[in-house]
């Protein structure tokens, strides 16, 4: 939809928030989920990342990049992390993502940082690259879900239905936002990511959190997904071989404009795929 808007109005009856966003992105996700737990009422402006709108490039002049989260009084904030944190800070009232214990709040931060160093961009390598180049992103991803494994077995996260809890919460956010195209990145390249038996509760996290109400209104169809992520694979390789070397890859949800797109072509720092 060219406008979204949650149930519930922002408070003292504000004009909406606005969200200039790719269908794609899954950082953009991550703020429509955010805003939608909380119920707030947003407006959302769909990007072109290949013909990018004079809008996005004033809001956002440092990076370029979506999403931005434009304020009723017209001020603006970029990066997803720093709006979902904005986001909980400015709408305490709402529904809060992050734990209200400053250790477990910090300890949520750590593992966000961890899906966005290190989860993140092994994903994307893995669907970046073939041969021996991808068998090694393949372990590290299977050695990256193996610490959240753990953690979720015996660590800080042990015994929760949720890494935030009973109900969905910042990590959920952030580290679900880019886990569901796990499975799209399965099927383009077929190579196995998630292990049910060898990653149980992380598997178990993630069929979860892919059924709540919220994130099924967020993330597009799966059909839709595989169809971008097979032309955007063969355009990263192709770009990749007429360059004799990798493309750099980010985390796990390419934010590019489909290979199909008409041209000015989206720059490499949008073609990367991330989480």
């Known amino acids: ?23 794609a992105s899954s950082y953009t996700h991550r703020v429509q989920l955010a805003m939608r737990l909380k119920g707030l009422e947003f407006e959302y402006a769909e990007e072109d990342l290949g013909n990018k709108s004079d809008a996005l490039l004033r809001h956002n002049p440092v990076y370029k990049k979506v999403p931005v989260l434009v304020l009723p009084d017209g001020r603006s904030l970029a990066e ?16 809060q993502l992050l734990p209200a214990d400053p250790f477990d709040r910090a300890v949520a931060r750590f593992w966000c940082h961890f899906g966005d160093d290190k989860l993140g961009p092994a994903v994307g390598a893995v669907f970046a690259s073939t041969g021996e180049e991808q068998e090694a992103a393949v372990r590290q991803v299977h050695e990256n879900l193996a610490l959240l494994e753990a953690e979720l077995r015996d660590g800080a996260f042990k015994g929760r239905r949720f890494f935030g809890g ?7 956010v952030v580290l679900g936002c880019g ?18 038996e060898a990653f149980p509760l992380f598997h178990a996290w993630l069929r979860d959190f892919e059924a709540q109400e919220q994130v099924r209104e967020t993330i597009p169809s799966i059909d839709r997904l595989l169809d971008y992520a097979r032309g955007l694979r063969q355009m990263l390789l192709a770009m990749a071989a007429g360059a004799g070397a990798p493309i750099a890859a980010g985390a796990g949800a390419p934010t590019a404009a489909p290979p199909s797109a008409a041209p000015p072509a989206p720059t490499t720092a949008d073609i990367a795929v991330d989480i």
Do not use: C
């Open 1 to 23: 939809m060219a406008m979204e808007k949650a149930a519930a109005e922002n408070a003292g009856g504000a004009a909406p928030l606005k969200l200039f966003g790719s269908w």
């Open 166 to 172: 009973d109900e969905v919460g910042f990590l959920d």
């Open 80 to 95: 997803s992390a720093i709006i979902l944190h904005y986001l909980d800070d400015a709408f305490p009232a709402t529904r």
């Open 179 to 196: 886990s569901y195209w796990l499975a799209v990145f399965e099927e383009v390249t077929g190579v196995q990511l998630v292990d049910a």
